[in-house]
DNA sequence: ATAAAAATTTAGATGAATCTAAAAAATAAA
DNA sequence: TTTATTTTTTAGATTCATCTAAATTTTTAT
């Protein structure tokens, strides 16, 4: 069993160390979970005594493959409460996120399944992010940033890179969300802003910033 | 804010005290939580310093008006999810305590104002126990033990003294749950058990130390 | 009323998770 | 390639919740 806060580390390495898994920097670590680079390198320290993070001291740290899918099943229980959350307590996705948080902790296996049942076995959650399955597996879909795509680009939004409050408040002002049709119907070079077309019907114009925080496919 | 463990003792102080809030042991308080009396007296001298129970060494505990308050929203959060736990996701009444146990200290007053709503503002638990308003206020109904009652009585099943695992179980094997109408037919001298006439239509027998568990009203 | 038993509290330790301050190692700059 | 800067780790404390063992106080029994 875990503690509350080996989860949370678990979790945070694996958010940081990205599509590729590469190594995490004790920093980034304590920047994420707001705490202090001594605090996480004694935790390092324990989780590696766990088998659950390759460690070597002064240099970075990744997760095993049991420390993967424990992290995998914590996103599981996260994903999936955000989705009860929206669907059935009618929450604003701006709103979830704190709350999951906690629920994210909540220990029995056969609860989660069965919520999973309950809300019909969604595959995103209310920001667009896949939910991994009963073993901890995550099936990857190809992504682009927004930023990074060329003009006349067809494609819809799938998932967000920033998802706080004040982001997904300015999606919601946008009528941007997962799942909207996107074509890019120009870029200005100046300062990287797009002009786009939402849903084949509402022209709007984005900053070079927004579309940086837009995964698209 | 309370931590986890005060809110867990100050729900056993108040489950321990009963109805007419009468002072609690410090090894009453051991037993219930699974803990040390020396660990118990610790936690009653932070709890004083909080203003949560009146405690005087030596002569027992008793929450205050601010820390029943505290135990009513803990035991209002408990039995939320518990309903919740039984009527949405499926769970008999016998699996969902240990789950309600760590839901119930999720913190979040307008996840469970949310969660009373999407409830449809239940008044009782599946096992028959009043949910507490968002105030902390608790409508007590007079109760009798069925043990208590004289032949010839009839009522309804309105609670439960035990909810262990093994004693629901049996209930749903006599089928009697809260709600359940009750007559009693006849009471045996010799042993106190009860011939009841169980929904106008059903006859059984049950003994003293069920008749002991079960609230009528 | 005195002695025995039970309940409760204190003293001192432990493990988990955190911190600050100082030392050591790795990286970047001159 | 030295020196300076940044990153990371160690050393030593602190807080919370727990424990065991010993000392007190209260309650019960003789
Ligand atoms: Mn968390
Ligand atoms: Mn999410
Ligand atoms: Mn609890
Ligand atoms: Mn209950």
Chains 1, 2 share one sequence.
Request: charged fraction near 30%; hydrophobic fraction near 40%; glycine fraction near 4%.
């Amino acid at each position: 069993m875990l503690t509350y806060t080996e989860e949370n580390y678990l979790k945070a390495i694996y958010h940081l160390s990205g599509e590729d898994q590469r190594e995490v920097s004790t920093n980034a670590i304590a920047e994420a979970l707001l705490t202090k680079p001594a605090s996480v390198t004694d935790m390092l320290r324990k989780l590696a005594d766990k088998s659950l993070v390759h460690y070597v001291k002064y240099q970075g740290v990744s997760l095993t493959r049991k420390g993967r899918k424990e992290a995998l099943l914590v996103v599981r229980k996260h994903r999936l409460w955000e989705v009860f959350l929206v669907d059935k307590l009618k929450f604003n996705w701006d709103e979830v996120h704190e709350m999951a948080e906690q629920l994210e902790h909540i220990q029995s296996t056969i609860l989660i399944d069965r919520l999973d049942a309950f809300l019909d076995y969604p595959s995103f959650d209310p920001h667009g992010d896949p939910i991994p399955d009963q073993k901890g597996d995550l099936k990857i879909r190809k992504k682009f940033l927004l930023s990074d795509v060329p003009v006349a680009f067809s494609g819809k939004v799938i998932a967000l890179a920033d998802t706080s409050p004040v982001f997904l408040q300015y999606l919601d002002r946008l009528a941007i969300c997962p799942g909207c049709a996107i074509q890019v119907t120009d870029k200005i070079e100046f300062d990287g802003s797009l002009e786009l077309l939402l849903n084949a019907k509402k022209k709007i114009v984005i900053s070079n910033e927004v579309a940086k925080n837009l995964y698209v496919h």
